[in-house]
């Protein structure tokens, strides 16, 4: 499966943006999907995931600020992020895994976001 992410941006503390990512190449119905983020000096880490069953995780983190979505019939996954904060800049990448697997094998290019204090 291929991703493509967009709708990274400058953004000040307390603003909103939302992600979008992209799937094709295979029935994006029947997998688990991802968000992930990387700042600069530190290791990638989840941010939120969502199941093909459409169950929901989020990192405490962001609890409660970002929503992920999926619209299965535009093969698309979102992460709606509100109430920004510096903390949260960093490469955010969307992954696909078939479902209950890991995420391992199917990664997007990446979306910076920066959140200005």
């Known amino acids: 499966v291929q991703l493509q992410a967009s709708g990274g941006g400058l953004v000040q503390a307390g603003g909103s943006l939302r992600l979008s990512c992209a799937a094709s190449g295979r029935t994006f119905s029947n997998y688990d999907m991802g968000w992930f983020r990387q700042a600069p000096g530190k290791e990638r880490e989840i941010v939120a995931s969502i199941r093909w069953i459409g169950v929901t995780y989020y990192a405490d983190s962001v609890k409660g600020r970002f929503t992920i979505s999926r619209d299965n019939g535009k093969n698309t996954i979102f992460l709606q992020m509100n109430s920004l904060r510096p903390e949260d800049t960093a490469v955010y990448y969307c992954?696909?895994?078939?479902?209950?697997?890991?995420?391992?094998?199917?990664w997007g290019q990446g979306t910076l976001v920066t959140v200005s204090s």
């Open positions: 992954a696909a895994a078939p479902n209950g697997r890991a995420f391992k094998d199917y």
